[in-house]
């Protein structure tokens, strides 16, 4: 990732709704939600659910998949990984000892590694 698709997620997260709906799919994990279980558990009108989810999977951190007459999203979370690792890579001057527990763990995560 390099700064500029770092700058095209974190405007797409720079918003209330936007963050929220990001954040509970990634809670929802990989099956992701439909478009109105999603606009229900973050207050967003139908239209207002899709403009953000349209920002969101813009900026690749989502992605759409047809089941049946629904349309399900779920986080892409390569994209989240490689966001968290840009984020972190000089974490500490490089010295990852010098890193809090949680930047750790979120390193750890971002590598692939196990919890």
Same mark, same amino acid.
């Given at each position: 990732? @390099?700064?500029? /698709?770092?700058?095209?997620? $974190? #405007? +797409? =997260?720079? @918003? /209330?709704? *936007? $963050?929220?709906?990001? *954040? =509970? =799919?990634?809670? +929802?994990?990989?099956? !992701? $939600?439909? #478009?109105?279980?999603?606009?229900?558990?973050? !207050? +967003?009108?139908?239209?207002?659910?899709s403009f953000h989810l349209k920002e969101l999977d813009r900026a690749g951190l989502i992605h759409a998949t047809r089941v049946g007459r629904y349309i399900r999203y779920a986080v892409h979370f390569e994209k989240m990984r490689q966001l968290l690792s840009f984020l972190t890579e000089d974490c500490c001057q490089g010295q990852p000892e010098l890193c809090g527990s949680t930047i750790r763990k979120a390193r750890r995560l971002c590598k692939g590694e196990a919890k």
């Open positions: 990732m @390099n700064s500029k /698709d770092a700058v095209i997620c $974190l #405007a +797409a =997260l720079a @918003n /209330d709704q *936007r $963050l929220a709906i990001f *954040r =509970l =799919l990634v809670k +929802a994990g990989p099956s !992701g $939600l439909s #478009a109105g279980e999603i606009a229900e558990a973050v !207050g +967003a009108t139908p239209t207002g659910g």
